[in-house]
């Protein structure tokens, strides 16, 4: 049997991570996930999507409240990990955890760090306006992803890119760049590169609010917001007193005229026929969804709603 490792993770992008070390040689010992919480209008108990390949796979799954407790330190030792491998957990690993297994804990991160540490890389590097991103296997630390490099790998960022999208192309980058960096780290062969504080960047954590489309921004800006927040917390705005969720959208150099939040028509060769004036440019609308309807494209959209063009939004 391999090294032992223990998984700490929970969200969609950790899946490709886990799933990864499940076919390699390595043994996967424990998973760690966040615990279950409500969703939906019924509030019902939903397990993350690491909790699912962890059922599906038969691996034991540990769900802890709080890892700073002597319980969960001495749970994790009674393991034996060689290795921890951490991807979006959720939790900063104390230093009572960190130096339990033989070698060490490395972490992998969706961005090119030390470029947007924190809660939400990926939709940081949209809101940016970064053309390229990537994935960092670091060697953690106490601190908020500051841990030394152990290696990165650059991917490129397409205009349609939203953090759904790349949320799962990183997923697999990590992985494979994971598997690349195991057999160098457990040999011996890797040193670990510290990180330049100076060129540090942080990310918060995206809210439902952070979606509200204020329309006096540039239209560059709203765009970039509408992919960020693809597919959630998604970008919104209120029409008739009514929800408006935006799932697609283009910024347009045209001119803006008129008044801010207004819905225009467009003409040819515009590569979309409905847009939103801005602070600056017009956004042009592709893809909508008003509360309790479906999502649809917005040509459909406005042959239903025909005092749709013309209306103010916000």
Not at 90 to 112: A, D, F, M, W
Not at 124 to 149: C, F
Not at 178 to 201: M, N, S
């Amino acid at each position: 049997m391999g090294k032992s490792i223990i998984f700490m993770g929970t969200p969609e992008f950790a899946v490709p991570v886990l799933s990864h070390l499940v076919r390699s040689s390595y043994h996967v010992a424990a998973v760690y996930t966040r615990p279950d919480k409500g969703a939906g209008r019924g509030r019902q108990l939903g397990s993350s999507p690491v909790k699912k390949l962890a059922l599906q796979q038969g691996i034991p799954i540990i769900q802890p409240r709080t890892l700073k407790s002597a319980e969960v330190v001495k749970e994790l030792a009674s393991l034996g990990p060689d290795l921890v491998a951490v991807a979006a957990f959720g939790y900063i690993l104390p230093g009572e955890l960190l130096s339990v297994p033989k070698s060490g804990c490395l972490n992998v991160h969706p961005s090119l760090l030390p470029r947007h540490r924190g809660a939400s890389p990926i939709a940081d590097t949209i809101l940016s306006g970064d053309a390229v991103t990537g994935v960092s296997i670091i060697l953690m630390d106490e601190g908020m992803d500051s841990g030394p490099i152990l290696a990165r790998r650059k991917v490129d960022i397409s205009p349609e890119d939203t953090t759904g999208s790349l949320t799962g192309r990183l997923g697999v980058e990590g992985a494979e760049l994971l598997l690349e960096v195991l057999p160098k780290w457990f040999a011996g062969a890797l040193e670990p590169r510290a990180q330049d504080e100076g060129e540090a960047t942080y990310s918060r954590l995206v809210t439902t609010e952070d979606g509200e489309l204020e329309w006096q921004l540039a239209a560059v800006e709203l765009w970039r917001r509408v992919r960020a927040f693809n597919p959630w917390p998604s970008c919104y705005t209120w029409w008739k007193g009514r929800r408006l969720k935006i799932h697609g959208a283009t910024a347009l150099g045209e001119k803006a005229r008129g008044q801010v939040g207004r819905v225009v028509a467009l003409p040819e060769p515009a590569p979309v026929r409905v847009g939103v004036v801005a602070g600056q440019g017009i956004l042009g609308l592709c893809r909508v969804q008003l509360e309790g309807k479906r999502e649809i494209s917005i040509d459909e959209f406005v042959r239903g709603q025909r005092d749709f063009v013309g209306s103010v939004l916000g």
